[in-house]
């Protein structure tokens, strides 16, 4: 991850929630209490962010120690200990919700998607996430996602070209917004375009677009999309992707299946941080 982007939302964050001080610590803590803290997990689920929440107090203070004793990717059990915090209680203290709010978060998002992961396994579907993100968060939820085993889409509009419906209608048609884009953008971006039947499946195809993006076919129309393509561009399923339905997505041979809940209906995980 870019450290400067993620500084600044750190940054942003410890600002939104200290603002002028923290008046309950200055109030009842003295100046300079040494303390000792972990942070413990209070479910099961797939780590991410850990070096995130690290950062968090070194940023407070660069003499905050912080031992992570697992790492992102891994999977945690219930009641272990994901790391160790060592410095002045009120550095720990200011620091303590940023830092679970982001690590909560971003272990949520892997841990939904390794579910996904694990129900298309063996189809060699990818599962990516979407630009449906929590403004401020996509480049840590992202991170997350690929932490869970999945993949990434673009980034964001200036990463990619992706005609969808409305860019269709205002080009005049899927030939005329791939000859566009042909034109326009360097030889090292993809063009991807939105289909939504067989007749659109083959002006993709004939326009020379390098990725499908299936939308919203069922089964029987997926099926017989990627038997049109036959390989000469990428096919991608989205829309209607659930836990219950992505492994017969995932049997009707797309190479990819997009899905916005990863980043947008993720259920945060239940992490604390305790003084010892």
Not at 20 to 38: K, Y
Not at 119 to 124: D, K, L
Request: hydrophobic share 45%; aromatic share 4%.
């Amino acid at each position: 991850m870019n450290q400067i982007a993620v500084d600044q939302i750190i940054r942003t964050a410890l600002a939104e929630d200290i603002g002028t001080g923290d008046v309950t610590t200055a109030s009842t803590i003295e100046a300079g209490t040494p303390a000792r803290a972990q942070l413990v997990a209070k479910e099961d689920f797939l780590l991410s962010g850990v070096e995130v929440a690290a950062r968090v107090f070194r940023l407070l203070d660069s003499a905050a120690a912080f031992e992570p004793l697992i790492h992102d990717g891994q999977s945690v059990k219930r009641g272990e200990v994901l790391a160790w915090i060592k410095g002045d209680a009120a550095v720990l203290l200011q620091g303590e919700r940023v830092a679970l709010n982001l690590l909560q978060r971003m272990s949520g998002v892997a841990t939904l998607t390794s579910q996904f992961v694990a129900e298309v396994e063996g189809t060699g579907a990818v599962i990516v996430d979407t630009r449906k993100t929590t403004p401020g968060l996509r480049i840590l939820e992202k991170y997350s996602v690929r932490m869970g085993g999945g993949g990434n889409h673009r980034m964001a509009l200036y990463d990619g070209v992706l005609i969808k419906e409305n860019h269709i209608v205002a080009a005049g048609g899927i030939s005329a917004a791939v000859a566009r884009a042909r034109q326009n953008v360097p030889h090292t971006l993809k063009i991807e375009t939105e289909v939504r039947n067989q007749d659109e499946v083959v002006e993709a195809l004939e326009a020379g677009a390098d990725i499908l993006l299936l939308d919203n076919m069922d089964l029987e129309q997926l099926r017989a999309a990627v038997e049109l393509v036959d390989g000469r561009a990428v096919t991608e399923a989205s829309g209607g992707v659930n836990l219950e339905t992505v492994r017969a997505i995932a049997e009707t041979g797309v190479c990819l299946i997009s899905i916005g809940a990863l980043t947008h209906s993720y259920r945060s995980v239940d992490i604390s941080m305790l003084f010892t």
